[in-house]
């Protein structure tokens, strides 16, 4: 029995590797898509520990390669949901009555893992599996997905020191309890980290889980659920349920001991979920908390004192990296219309550098968009901007699926500030310009504030100290993830928490305790060191 109160390090951000050509790290990484690429893994449901081929297939094929297939799943079904939650709930309880500390070390180790050298598997995975470059899939599966697991038992220790008042008469405490039932996560193709965050935060505060992959990630998800494994976690604390979203979704939000939704994902996805909650209320031992974090139509704004030299690259960036499927992704650019012309030059001449293709090519910055309905949606939005009137196509425009789902970086400018491509999540390598009247900077913002329902992230790239200061007022609302000078997506654990509200979600910040409070269900014990003498007050 250890009575000490155990101080987990600082956080701290794991430092990305640099890969370059015949590096020690680009070595390892080269073997570790040489052996994914040449041997497809067949990736089993896990409930309560138990492996289980159900039968019920789907194949995995790299989307910049269609003919590469790298591993096949097997779908759960109610039976193996059912297994699943028989398993979180006989382990409930010995999981939330184990010290923080014991649970905490369980990720602090999965991140250990990683830096020392799982990080190889999780990036092929996610560059085979998910179409990332190198650098992408190293911020993300690899430093991202550390980052949460070493950070959030640091937010933990936070959370958990925190204690009533006390007086000599009476000793209060704070006992930080899981939520009574189970956290079901559903997580999103686009970040490896995501899929990594969503159900280890809410297991690391003490709850079972019940985790649904996106289809198009389960590669990448299935190496996150083997390095639980490698890292100590007990069987059925967290279970990994590939699978049809709706008919998962149906049977667990039936369920009485649902506690918790954790989701990343679209907006409309998360408007289903919630309806499917509010309509299994009366059947919930508990209230369940819903958490969510969704779409985003990211703007950057450039006011005509901007440093443009700088501005220009970071819009490029922001806009094309992982071919604009981060939801942080600059889609609608506002730039002065009394300077449009040169920075528009130079955006499109930028852009027309960038190199298209398979994530294996180092010189390739944007790579295949994540599927077949991803890149008709997409091609979708280009064809109806190429017939609606006001817009133009300067760059890009072109798709590609002869090979894999490849899409070029494509700038359009609109002449309305409210073009559908101004206004809708499109989630891919699609940024619109509009250019705004500079002789109103007012009218501007509340353009920007009005333009879409999301409010996930926006930047703006200005000069002057009050003028900056004015565009944070009139945009207080416009984006949970605000930057200046820099682009608005790129977000790091602990350093910037991430989350928008309006139609973004419920902007409980991941990387934060702000998240990490949303999985405990605090009780206050009092206990009374005084005795009473008579039930009448003293001026009675
Ligand atoms: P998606 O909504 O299609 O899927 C997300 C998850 O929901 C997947 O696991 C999917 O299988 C599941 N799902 C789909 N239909 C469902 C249903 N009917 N019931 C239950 N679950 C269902 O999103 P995606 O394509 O994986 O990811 C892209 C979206 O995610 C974009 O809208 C993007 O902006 C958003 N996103 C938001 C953030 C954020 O932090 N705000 C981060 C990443 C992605």
């Not at 709930?89 to 500390?101: G, I, K, M, T, Y």
């Not at 006992?175 to 990594?196: C, D, Q, W």
């Not at 942080?328 to 960038?354: F, G, H, I, N, W």
Request: hydrophobic fraction near 40%; include cysteine; glycine fraction near 8%.
């Amino acid at each position: 029995m250890n009575n000490g109160i155990c101080a987990v390090p600082a956080r701290r951000n794991l430092p990305n590797e640099h890969y370059l050509a015949g590096s020690p790290e680009r070595l390892k990484l080269e073997a570790e898509l040489e052996r994914m690429a040449a041997n497809p893994v067949e990736i089993p449901v896990v409930a309560g520990g138990k492996e289980i081929f159900t039968g019920r297939v789907k194949e995995i094929r790299a989307p910049h390669d269609h003919s590469l297939v790298l591993g096949r799943y097997h779908e759960a079904g109610p039976a193996e949901l059912d297994l699943a939650l028989q398993a979180g709930r006989s382990v409930a309880r010995d999981w939330a009555a184990l010290p923080w500390e014991e649970r905490a070390a369980v990720f602090m180790k999965a991140a250990a893992l990683i830096e020392q050298g799982y990080k190889y598997r999780l990036n092929a995975a996610t560059m085979l599996g998910q179409s990332k470059n190198i650098y992408q899939a190293e911020i993300d599966a690899a430093c991202e997905s550390a980052d949460f697991y070493s950070n959030n038992p640091y937010f933990a220790s936070q959370i958990y020191r925190r204690q009533s008042e006390s007086t000599s008469a009476e000793l209060n405490r704070l006992e930080y309890r899981p939520l009574e039932g189970f956290v079901y996560a559903v997580t999103p193709f686009n970040f490896t980290a995501i899929a990594a965050n969503l159900p280890s935060a809410p297991a690391l505060m003490g709850n079972v889980v019940m985790w649904k992959p996106a289809s198009s990630s389960v590669l990448s998800n299935w190496h996150l659920m083997q390095l639980y494994r490698l890292a100590g976690l007990p069987d059925g604390v967290i279970n990994f349920l590939p699978g049809r979203a709706s008919e998962i979704t149906t049977h667990l939000l039936g369920q009485p001991d649902f506690a918790g939704l954790h989701f990343t994902g679209s907006t409309g996805v998360f408007n289903s979920l919630w309806k499917g909650i509010a309509g299994n209320l009366e059947n919930y031992r508990t209230y369940p908390r819903i958490v969510g974090e969704t779409g985003g139509k990211d703007f950057v704004f450039v006011h005509p004192d901007a440093d443009f030299a700088s501005a220009i690259p970071a819009i490029v960036r922001g806009a094309f990296e992982y071919q604009g499927q981060k939801c942080s992704a600059s889609s609608r650019l506002y730039l002065p219309r009394s300077r449009s012309q040169e920075l528009l030059d130079a955006l499109v001449a930028e852009t027309k550098k960038l190199k298209v293709g398979s994530p294996l090519e180092p010189g390739n910055f944007v790579n295949a968009v994540i599927d077949k309905a991803a890149f008709a949606s997409i091609k979708g939005y280009i064809e109806k901007a190429r017939s609606e009137a006001g817009c133009h196509i300067l760059a890009g425009g072109k798709c590609d699926d002869s090979r894999g789902w490849f899409i070029e970086p494509t700038i359009i400018l609109a002449d309305k500030p409210d073009a559908t491509t101004m206004v809708e999540e499109i989630f891919g390598p699609v940024l619109t310009v509009y250019c705004y009247d500079d002789s109103d900077l007012d009218a501007a913002y509340k353009l920007v504030d009005a333009t879409s329902p999301y409010a996930l992230t926006g930047a703006i790239f200005a000069r002057e100290r009050r003028e900056i200061v004015r565009a944070l007022n009139a945009l207080a609302n416009a984006a949970g993830n605000f930057y200046i000078n820099d682009k608005p997506s790129g977000a790091v654990v602990g350093r910037q928490p991430f989350g928008g509200a309006r139609g973004s979600g419920t902007n409980d910040k991941a990387g934060s305790e702000l998240n990490l409070l949303r999985w405990i269900s605090a009780r206050n014990i009092k206990e009374n060191f005084t005795q009473l003498d008579s039930w009448a007050y003293g001026y009675m």
